[in-house]
């Protein structure tokens, strides 16, 4: 027979193991400048020296009149900054980290301002405002993504486990204030042929995506 404090410890953990949150990547406004961030949400962001210095370069570009505009994104002590993107323009950014259990991590990030209105995949793995409140739509390569698995942050730093439907569409509300982290982590790719990133040999491409904005007070 199953003692009641041991069915209580099974389900402290199993609850525990509900929203686990890893690394990710995102922009973030921060003093009228876009910037990008690597952290566990809600821990101290990575700085430079040290974790912040395993991630490449970031390519980025912000969205006008729905072209991409390249911008730099040079390493600052605990940040990337977008140089000359506007928080008013939509942005993204793409980035690599080191390679750890034959995984190579990839991080795709999107700072959509709100009213900027629909926008198109523009990212590996993407996660894409349809211009309705409260609803996104997963891509990869290009193709919906149902079925994707989410999690979403709230401004009152609460998470949320999210699933894409069998459209990749994604259902939330919005009632806070404040600023929004929805990501998607570890969307696995196995690679057949393998391949090595600054070195080390890889199996496994893991596809990480965010999606951060600011919801004004009504």
């Not at 999107?110 to 349809?130: C, E, F, H, I, N």
């Amino acid at each position: 027979m199953i003692r009641p404090f041991l069915l209580t410890l099974c389900a402290l953990a199993a609850s525990a193991l509900t929203t686990v949150h890893a690394h990710s990547v995102w922009i973030e406004p921060s003093d009228n400048q876009l910037v990008i961030r690597f952290a566990e949400p809600g821990d101290d962001f990575e700085k430079s020296p040290g974790q912040l210095d395993n991630l490449s370069a970031p390519v980025a570009f912000t969205v006008v009149t729905n072209k991409p505009v390249s911008v730099p994104a040079p390493k600052e002590s605990d940040h990337f900054l977008l140089t000359g993107a506007s928080v008013t323009n939509a942005a993204c950014a793409e980035t690599t980290f080191i390679v750890r259990g034959g995984r190579k991590p990839v991080f795709y990030a999107r700072w959509q301002p709100v009213g900027a209105g629909a926008g198109k995949p523009l990212l590996t793995l993407d996660l894409v405002p349809t211009g309705k409140p409260g609803e996104v739509r997963a891509y990869f390569r290009g193709q919906p993504l149902g079925g994707a698995a989410a999690i979403l942050r709230t401004p009152d730093e609460k998470d949320q486990d999210l699933t894409a439907d069998a459209d990749g569409f994604i259902h939330f509300k919005t009632g806070l204030p404040g600023q929004y982290l929805l990501t998607i982590p570890h969307h696995r790719e196995p690679q057949p042929l393998g391949g090595f990133y600054a070195g080390t040999a890889y199996t496994e491409t893991s596809h990480n995506c965010s999606l951060v904005w600011v919801q004004p007070k009504e």
